[in-house]
């Protein structure tokens, strides 16, 4: 899927564009592209899907498969069942598959389920699967590993579970690195989490290098293209909006990160919202021009569904503004392969688009 792949490309908005923008009538609804579901996720929704036809209901999957409600009730509706620990499988359904979320787990997970006898599909994403090997080399060549990302989050949790208890120290903000205790020449090697905020990872790394200048960076970049691309066009976009929507949930990171990143690009007000009920249309009044993107795990029928409401009410114009193509797609593991993915097997998500 190019969740990109179907806008056109709008030049940069200059301050005499937005100025007339808001004069304009109708209002403009602008829509980001890239946006929305990324490879990983789309992969990571495929395996339950296949899984489901493959081996029928039900199928386990351990945390949600992404940080969407909408993705995850869709799965529960077709048999899928989220659980935290994979004790709460119960002894009867021992035979059915369980799916690893697309955040990746520590190697106890994996552990565990070979242990308890499981038979388990792991969907973390090839990109996150990254920095783990990334992470690796760090310990194996004697360096203590600091992590950049937030605390609680299951890819931070599943990436300082590739390393042994006390080789990694997670750090969180600027302020973080200047409380570090290690000494300037310390043996140390970083990598970060996959959907961090660009520009505060920018300033994080900085103030590392300034501390630790010989500091070991990861074998390539750590923030996937996805995170970097959804941000990039937000960034574009934002000048001039009264109004920036990003749809996303609240427990996902590169959500957040989109309404940080169209507040601090010239958006008036940014707002996450989990779809078109959520808005607020009182307080929104009429708009001039209003910003709309979607992170990495939102799917594109909740788009669909607020450009469809903001239509219902206004005689709105929609602009596009795009930044990058994406082609990325990953394959689902081998197991998997010989199971058909149709249109409608994804149709749930994807509408009536291929
Ligand atoms: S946001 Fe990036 S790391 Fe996360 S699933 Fe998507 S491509 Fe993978």
């Known amino acids: ?115 308890l006898n499981l038979f388990y599909l792991d969907a973390t994403c090839p990109l996150v699967s990254k920095v783990h090997k990334q992470a690796m080399p760090h310990e194996k060549r004697g360096r203590h590993v600091i992590l950049v990302g937030h605390r609680g989050h299951p890819e931070v949790i599943g990436t300082m579970g590739q390393l042994s208890a006390g080789a990694v120290t997670l750090v969180e903000t600027e302020s973080d690195v200047a409380k570090l205790a290690f000494p300037a020449d310390a043996a140390l090697g970083y990598v970060t989490q996959t959907t961090l905020s660009v520009d505060d990872t920018a300033g994080i790394l900085s103030a590392l290098d300034a501390r630790y200048p010989a500091i070991a960076p990861p074998g390539a970049e750590s923030i996937c293209y996805a995170t970097t691309n959804r941000q990039e066009a937000v960034k574009h976009a934002a000048p001039g909006c009264d109004l920036f929507l990003i749809v996303g949930a609240p427990n996902s990171s590169n959500s957040r990160r989109l309404v940080e990143v169209a507040e601090r690009s010239g958006a008036r007000r940014a707002a996450l919202v989990q779809g078109a009920a959520e808005i607020d249309w009182a307080a929104l009044g009429r708009p001039g021009v209003v910003g709309l993107s979607a992170g990495a795990s939102a799917p594109e029928i909740l788009v669909d569904e607020i450009v469809d409401a903001f239509r219902a009410r206004f005689d709105v114009s929609v602009e596009l503004a795009v930044t990058a193509e994406e082609n990325e797609e990953f394959p689902v593991m081998r197991a998997l392969r010989d199971v058909e993915l149709t249109k409608a097997d994804m149709a749930f998500l994807n509408g009536d688009r291929a």
């Open 1 to 115: 899927m190019t969740p990109g792949g179907r806008l056109d490309e709008v030049p940069a908005f200059t301050e005499t564009e937005h100025a007339e923008s808001r004069r304009q009538t109708p209002p403009v609804l602008r829509l980001c592209g890239p946006r929305g579901f990324c490879a990983g996720v789309d992969r990571a929704i495929q395996i339950v899907v296949l899984a489901l036809k493959k081996y029928g209901a039900p199928v386990y999957v351990r945390h949600e498969i992404v940080h969407n409600r909408y993705v995850v009730e869709g799965l529960q509706n077709r048999g899928a069942v989220f659980i935290e620990e994979l004790g709460e499988i119960p002894a009867a359904d021992r035979g059915q598959p369980v799916v690893f979320s697309a955040h990746g787990v520590p190697k106890s997970v994996p552990a565990d389920a070979k242990a």
